[in-house]
């Protein structure tokens, strides 16, 4: 059974900085990874895609990462700004592809 | 090319009433997903459809809750006699499955159940 997991919960960073945000699954038979953002209240933007024979996507000042064999995905975020703060979701598909599976997100803040 | 499509918006249903919510998937796509989210927490997956047939409904809860997708028509998510505790957003992704393949999500439906 696939599970993913999201670290950290929350995160706030003055304006600026560069950082990560993490996403494990425990099945490696994973097919599709999306990182999706979520602003509150509102429906799931697509970010990045990263399809089963790819190991990384960039989206301006975006980059995902996914590593199966350790069961990770990673989003960089360079030079953020308060318009990045959101909740950041990762979702995995596995190989069956019968569903996708999400991550509980992390709360990004962005602080000015 | 049009988004995927839910609506109502926003919907209020009184306890014990019946809620129906609609995804017309992207043209050209014949995958649809539905997924609940509560306030404050993530995602959780109902049920994933292809036209006219139920693929997976391991999420779905065994009482009051139904899906379709119909060949002619938007996908239907009904809930029956709905109670305090449905009260979430719900989501639906659609994907032609076709290959290695994005899912694309609608804004969602926002059920308030009074």
């Known amino acids: 059974k696939q599970e993913v997991t999201q670290i950290p919960a929350a995160l706030s960073v003055p304006e600026g900085e560069n950082l990560v945000l993490n996403c494990s699954f425990t099945d490696s038979a994973i097919y599709n990874l999306q990182w999706f953002r979520q602003d509150p209240g509102k429906g799931l933007t697509s970010l990045l895609l990263i399809q089963s024979s790819q190991r990384e996507q960039t989206s301006g000042r975006l980059n995902a990462s996914l590593d199966k064999s350790s069961g990770r995905s990673t989003l960089y975020i360079a030079a953020s700004q308060p318009g990045d703060s959101a909740t950041y979701l990762c979702?995995?598909?596995?190989?069956?592809?019968?569903?996708?599976?999400f991550g509980s997100g992390t709360r990004l803040s962005i602080r000015p | 090319n049009a988004g995927v499509m839910q609506n109502p918006r926003h919907l209020v249903r009184r306890r014990g009433q019946e809620a129906r919510l609609r995804c017309s998937p992207m043209k050209g796509h014949s995958h649809v997903y539905w997924y609940r989210q509560l306030p404050e927490e993530g995602l959780k997956f109902m049920v994933y459809l292809q036209k006219e047939n139920i693929i997976d409904e391991s999420g779905m809860p065994k009482e009051r809750f139904s899906a379709e997708f119909p060949k002619e028509g938007p996908s239907i998510l009904r809930i029956q006699q709905v109670v305090r505790g449905d009260s979430a957003a719900y989501f639906c992704a659609s994907s032609p499955r076709e290959g290695d393949t994005e899912a694309f999500f609608g804004q969602g439906t926002r059920l308030t159940v009074v």
């Open positions: 979702a995995g598909e596995n190989s069956s592809a019968s569903k996708i599976i």
